[in-house]
Nanobody, 119 residues
Framework: QVQLVESGGGLVQAGGSLKLSCAAS????????IGWFRQVPGKERERVAA????????AYADSVKGRFAISRDNAKNTIHLQMNSLKPGDTAVYFC????????????WGQGTQVTVSS
């Protein structure tokens, strides 16, 4: 089992920045790919950014390219999502997720952290 705990959400004005963190624990050696998703009530969950557990092959949603960056702190088994130039449309609950397969569904999820961007 892998446990994921997010932190760093909050309220920010449009144009501002936030950095989310996700601490992974448990059987982290199983993780193949890890990323960030977000969800707004009434809408489908959207994958925002993801990468391999070793920090390679980053991928971003078109809506955040050039503004968000995913990274890993190897020493702390923690990944980050640096979010810059935030827009009200980025308001959502952000989830950290991981999977132990090259392809397929993410089977490990954090509890989520709220990000609210005011105009």
């Amino acid at each position: 089992q892998v446990q994921l705990v997010e932190s760093g959400g909050g309220l920010v004005q449009a144009g501002g920045s936030l950095k989310l963190s996700c601490a992974a624990s448990g059987r982290t050696s199983e993780i193949v790919r890890i990323g960030w998703f977000r969800q707004v009530p009434g809408k489908e969950r959207e994958r925002v950014a993801a990468m391999t557990w070793t920090g390679e092959l980053p991928a971003y949603a078109d809506s955040v390219k050039g503004r968000f960056a995913i990274s890993r702190d190897n020493a702390k088994n923690t990944i980050h999502l640096q979010m810059n130039s935030l827009k009200p449309g980025d308001t959502a609950v952000y989830f950290c997720a991981a999977r132990s397969t090259i392809v397929g569904n993410y089977q490990y999820w954090g509890q989520g952290t709220q990000v609210t961007v005011s105009s």
